[in-house]
């Protein structure tokens, strides 16, 4: 696997089929934390669902400071879990990327704070239909772009994220774009301005009301 380093320090992967990079160029590192990780509020104990792990930075950063998380990734290329073994991350988050990073033979790693990572390899939009419903209290949703994988971001995704999460749960994601709020809106999630983080525009947060 080939790494990009960003301008935060910290490395991301290109897609060649996608032709895309995984995280913004303005940094891996930052892109988890802020738009994902500190924007939704982590505590304790937390459900969490990773929708498209990749290099796992989402979930692995909400393990730092945190204990007895349950977080399933869904992710359909082991190639990029493999990946982690070899990710340079910045000393920050080392800690908590050794105790994960051999996810690709295990499936299934609970670290030393009793946080627990569980990959569920396949389709995502598959996937989602084995999870129970009204499950998780946060989800992390890290599609590649709304232009290069349209089928992600659909009215029937959200309906089926939006059906396995509690009531009160949030959903993080970096698009702001009006034509996928409004499909997170017509399946009746609440939507809010996220952090903008490295670019002008917003992120979006939303809400299970
Ligand atoms: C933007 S990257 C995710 C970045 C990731 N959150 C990270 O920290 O590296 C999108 C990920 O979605 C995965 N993916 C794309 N289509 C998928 C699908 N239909 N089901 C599951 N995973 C998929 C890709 O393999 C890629 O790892």
Redesign the pocket.
Known sequence: MKFVRTKDGSFTAFSKKYKEH??SLSGAYEE?FEKHVNALGIEDGMKILDF???????SIIATKKHKKLQIVG????IE?IKAIRELEVPKEIEKEFTAFRNLAEKMEITDGNNNTIKLIIG???VSLDSLPRDYFDRVFF???SPGK?PE?WSKEIFRKVYAVMKQGAKLSTYSCAESIRQNMTDVGFKVKDGPAVGRKSPSTIVIKP
């Not at 498209?52 to 989402?58: A, D, H, R, T, V």
């Not at 869904?74 to 290329?77: A, P």
């Open positions: 995984y995280h988890a498209c792990f990749g290099l796992g930075y989402n869904l992710e359909n290329d990029i389709d995502a939009l890290d599609p590649f994988q992600m």
